[in-house]
C-alpha cells in the first residue's frame, strides 16, 4: 500500500507549474535587472565622463598654479554632480598635473613645465559611494563601481606660431609661395587665384572644406594645394586681447610687457608732433591724440627698443626701419553711429619700410602690431619676424622674398597680394604673444 501511494505521489504533476513560474519570474527579474540596473550605471558613467571632461578644462585654465588647478576641478566636479545626490565624485587625490607627452600618450607628473590636468572621477568603492542597483541584488550583485576620466592639455597650436589666420577669409591672389609649414586658415573660408604653389608640410585650412574658392583648374595651377588642405576649426583668439594687451603694457605688467622694456621707468605721455630724434630706447610712449589727428613716424626713422601706443592712426613713414618694438593703436575708427569702421587702416607703412631685424627670426629684433581696427602694409614692405593682430581687416603687401616670419590673426578679412614668399622664416616670431589654447587629449 505504501509501494502504491509513493507511485501515485512520485507521478502527481499537481503544482509543477508553480516551480517553472518562480524560473520563469526570477529569470525576467534578472532580465529587467540588467536593463534598468546596466542603463542606470551607463547614465552615471556618461554624466562622470562630462565631469571629469568639465573639470579638467577648468582646471587646465589655472595652470601653472598646480594648487589652484586642483581647487577649480574639485570645484566644477561638484557643480556637475552634486555630493547630496552622487557622494564626493572627485578626491583632490584623483587630480593630477604634469606635462602630456603625444608620443607615449602619458602624463610627466615630475615636469617642471607642467601643460595639463588629468582628473579621475568615481562612483565606486574608492569614494564610498557605488551606484547602487535594484533588481539586481537578487542575483547577488549590490552595486556598480563606475569611473572615467580626462586630460586637458593647454597648448599654443604651431599655426599661430607662423602663419594667417582670419575669423572671416583669408583672400590669396596669384603666384605666392609657401613653405616651411606655414599656416593659412579661414574660418569663414579661403580665396584662392591661380599658380601658387604649397611645399609639403603648408597647411591650408578652414572650418568647412565646402567654403574654399578656387578657379575651375586651381588645383591643376595650384600645386600642392590638395594636400594643404585641412578641415579644423581655428580661432583667431588674440583679437579678443588687444585691449588687455595694450592696456597691460601701458600699466608696465611684466607679464605682457616686452623685455626691452625698463619697467622701472614711467610711461612718457606726449603728442603726435613730438620730436622722434628724441625718443629714449626702453621706454613707454603713449601718444594722446586731438580728433583727426594722425601719428606719422618720420620717413628714414630708426626705432628700435621701444613701446609706442597711440589714441589715433598710426603711419610708418617711406623707408622708416623698426626693431625690437611694440607698436599699438587703439583708435576704433568711431562712425557716428558709434560702430566700428574697419575702412582705414590704423597702422600702415609707406614704401620701402623694414619690420624687423633680417635675421631668419632669431631670438629678439621682431616687432608687434596691435590694431583695434586694421592694418595694411604696403608692397615694398619688407617683414622679419613680425606679429600682427587686428580687430578689423589685415592687408598684406611685401617685395617678393619680403615676408621671413609672420604671425598674424584677424578679426576680419585677410587680403595677400600677388608674387610673395611666404615661411621663409624657421623660426617662428620672436617675442611672440599668445592666447593659450584648451583641448581634452584623452
Not at 587646465?60 to 555630493?83: F, G, R, S
Not at 625718443?279 to 583727426?292: L, Q
Request: charged share 15%; hydrophobic share 40%.
Amino acid at each position: 500500500m505504501r509501494i502504491t501511494q509513493l507511485t501515485a505521489l512520485a507521478r502527481d504533476e499537481a503544482g509543477g507549474g508553480t516551480i517553472m513560474g518562480l524560473f520563469w519570474f526570477m529569470l525576467l527579474v534578472a532580465v529587467a535587472g540588467l536593463a534598468v540596473d546596466t542603463t542606470d550605471g551607463l547614465r552615471n558613467r556618461t554624466m562622470l565622463q562630462a565631469t571629469a571632461d568639465a573639470a579638467s578644462l577648468a582646471a587646465a585654465i589655472d595652470l601653472p598654479n598646480q594648487v589652484t588647478a586642483v581647487n577649480t576641478a574639485t570645484a566644477y566636479a561638484e557643480d556637475n554632480m552634486k555630493t547630496g545626490l552622487h557622494g564626493i565624485v572627485l578626491d583632490p587625490s584623483d587630480v593630477h598635473v604634469g606635462k602630456w607627452d603625444k608620443a607615449t600618450m602619458s602624463l610627466d607628473t615630475a615636469s617642471a613645465t607642467p601643460d595639463a590636468v588629468m582628473v579621475t572621477v568615481w562612483r565606486g568603492d574608492p569614494n564610498a559611494n557605488p551606484v547602487p542597483v535594484q533588481f539586481l541584488r537578487i542575483i547577488g550583485l549590490q552595486a556598480w563601481n563606475v569611473r572615467a576620466q580626462a586630460i586637458a592639455q593647454r597648448y599654443i597650436p604651431e599655426c599661430l606660431r607662423e602663419g594667417l589666420i582670419s575669423r572671416k577669409m583669408v583672400d590669396m591672389s596669384s603666384n605666392n609661395y609657401f613653405t616651411n609649414e606655414i599656416c593659412i586658415h579661414g574660418q569663414q573660408g579661403v580665396d584662392i587665384q591661380s599658380n601658387n604653389t604649397f611645399d609639403p608640410g603648408v597647411i591650408v585650412s578652414m572650418y568647412d572644406l565646402d567654403t574654399l574658392q578656387i578657379p575651375a583648374s586651381g588645383f591643376d595651377t595650384n600645386p600642392g594645394l590638395h594636400e594643404a588642405l585641412r578641415e579644423q576649426g581655428l580661432d583667431a583668439r588674440m583679437v579678443d586681447h588687444i585691449d588687455d594687451i595694450i592696456q597691460g603694457v601701458l600699466d608696465r605688467d611684466p607679464a605682457v610687457t616686452p623685455s626691452y622694456i625698463d619697467l622701472e621707468m614711467d610711461v612718457i605721455e606726449t603728442q603726435p608732433n613730438f620730436n622722434f630724434d628724441r625718443m629714449e630706447p626702453h621706454r613707454i610712449y603713449y601718444v594722446g591724440c586731438k580728433p583727426n589727428q594722425n601719428l606719422v613716424i618720420p620717413a628714414n626713422s630708426v626705432i628700435q627698443h621701444v613701446a609706442l601706443i597711440a589714441d589715433c592712426q598710426i603711419t610708418i613713414g617711406a623707408h622708416a626701419t623698426i626693431m625690437n618694438s611694440f607698436i599699438a593703436s587703439r583708435s576704433g575708427g568711431k562712425t557716428d553711429n558709434g560702430t566700428l569702421n574697419r575702412g582705414d587702416a590704423n597702422i600702415a607703412t609707406a614704401a620701402g619700410v623694414q619690420l624687423g631685424v633680417p635675421d631668419n627670426c632669431a631670438p629678439g629684433g621682431g616687432v608687434q602690431l596691435f590694431s583695434n581696427a586694421t592694418i595694411g602694409t604696403s608692397s615694398s614692405t619688407k617683414i622679419d619676424g613680425v606679429q600682427m593682430v587686428a580687430t578689423g581687416e589685415i592687408a598684406l603687401g611685401a617685395e617678393t622674398e619680403g615676408i621671413n616670419g609672420i604671425s598674424a590673426q584677424a578679426g576680419g578679412n585677410i587680403d595677400m597680394t600677388s608674387n610673395n614668399m611666404f615661411g621663409l622664416c624657421q623660426g617662428g616670431v620672436p617675442g611672440l604673444f599668445t592666447a593659450w589654447y584648451y583641448r581634452l587629449v584623452l
